[in-house]
């Protein structure tokens, strides 16, 4: 059940990722199976454990979404076929596609559509074609701005989706062809390689001179981010929220679904204001990004939108120290495996897990097998004070603030 005026749909690419979004405040989650879909390289849900994912979803009043947004070759419609038969069997709440064979294959099985950003549906006579097709949902083209969605909005009973939060492609709605070109690895199968994120050098030909393509990287747009004007959001009528990042961590879709869960909130008990919106960026700053824009929301972007550096800007980085080997919930103590990186008192640990999600503490004291307290632990087994509980095998790591460059 939505418990708000708008639709939160948080990214999933595991079981502890689906724990993290749903324990964060996500209403819904989308999903790949591991083939045919944007994300083929984030890990994705086992088609054969997809009923139990659903399942699990379904009893925390949360829907799911699987995508299938790559394009489709013939000799793949069997696997098409056979895919959204599991869709089916599972119980997913709708798929999300824009080829036709799909869209038509999903029609004849009964299963909810909604329509990719890669389709790149851009004004109403568009969505009201889709709309006559049974469609429920657009996820609009990521090039419109604020006045454009509204009234698109203003025009159609459909479910409108916009994307709120994550990476922005410099091509239009993500169809680029950089990769293929240049490796033979297509973003529009989902197995983009990112070329464009890199440092380049341009040569003259004529003159040999040459020219570092660096600080301002002219094809890597800023991560878009929407916490400043969440509120224009919701007053131009958009349906759903969707946070981009099937192939970021368990703790960036925690503390982005997170943030955006209060913002939300906020706007609908009156109370979001600068104070807050400035709270929620230093959260969503802690995680990967690659700086903040607003995209096209408020306008064409200018150069002040585009990457300044190369790889995450994040204000912190996770690094893996072990294992839980028990956790004693009477005494409300877990007991690990320091196997890496020293665990000291006063670190700041995540522990993450199919069950757990994501966790994080500070460590008070640490004591060793025959009860001796610790101030360093380098390798070895030892205990600390947890006041959540966590599980057996669950990953611990150690957060560490500061440039991660």
């Not at 000799?75 to 119980?91: F, G």
Request: proline share 2%; net charge neutral.
């Amino acid at each position: 059940m939505i418990r708000n005026m708008v639709e939160l749909l948080a990214p999933v690419r595991d079981e502890v990722s689906l724990t993290a979004a749903m324990a964060a405040g996500a209403d819904a989650v989308y999903l790949g199976l591991g083939q045919l879909n944007m994300r083929v390289n984030s890990r994705g849900i086992e088609p054969g454990s997809l009923a139990e994912t659903v399942k699990k979803a379904h009893a925390r009043g949360v829907k799911v979404f699987a995508a299938l947004n790559a394009i489709i070759y013939d000799h793949e419609l069997r696997v098409v076929d056979e895919i959204l038969k599991k869709i089916k069997q599972a119980e997913v709440d709708a798929v999300i596609c824009w080829d036709f064979a799909v869209i038509e294959k999903a029609r004849r099985l009964g299963i909810p559509i909604h329509i990719s950003t890669q389709a790149s549906v851009s004004n109403s006579e568009a969505v009201r074609f889709y709309e006559r097709l049974g469609v429920k949902r657009i996820v609009l083209a990521r090039e419109l701005n604020l006045d454009q969605i509204r009234e698109i909005k203003q025009n159609t009973s459909m479910e409108i989706e916009v994307f709120v939060h994550g990476a922005m492609c410099v091509s239009v709605s993500g169809r680029c062809f950089l990769s293929q070109f240049l490796s033979g690895r297509s973003a529009n199968r989902g197995d983009c390689l990112q070329p464009c994120r890199r440092e380049y050098t341009v040569i003259d030909k004529e003159t040999g001179d040459e020219l570092e393509v660096g600080n301002g990287y002219v094809m890597s747009p800023k991560d878009l981010c929407t916490l400043a004007v969440i509120d224009e959001l919701i007053e131009a009528g958009i349906d759903v929220f969707k946070i981009e990042g099937r192939s970021r961590a368990p703790e960036y879709i925690q503390a982005v679904v997170g943030a955006y869960r209060r913002a939300i909130d906020a706007v609908e008990n009156g109370q979001y204001n600068q104070e807050l919106v400035e709270e929620l960026l230093k959260e969503v700053e802690k995680v990967y990004h690659r700086g903040f824009s607003k995209g096209f929301l408020l306008g064409k972007p200018t150069v002040r939108d585009w990457s300044e550096r190369y790889g995450s800007s994040a204000s912190r980085k996770k690094v893996y120290v072990g294992k839980v080997l028990n956790y004693f919930k009477k005494k409300g103590m877990v007991y690990i495996r320091v196997e890496s990186e020293p665990l000291a008192v006063d670190d700041t640990v995540q522990v993450q897990g199919p069950t757990t999600g994501v966790v994080e503490m500070e460590i008070e004291e640490l004591r060793t097998d025959d009860q001796r307290e610790v101030t360093i632990m380098d390798k070895g087994k030892v205990t600390f004070p947890a006041d959540k509980l966590l599980r057996r095998n669950d990953q611990v790591f150690k957060m560490i603030d500061g440039d991660i460059t």
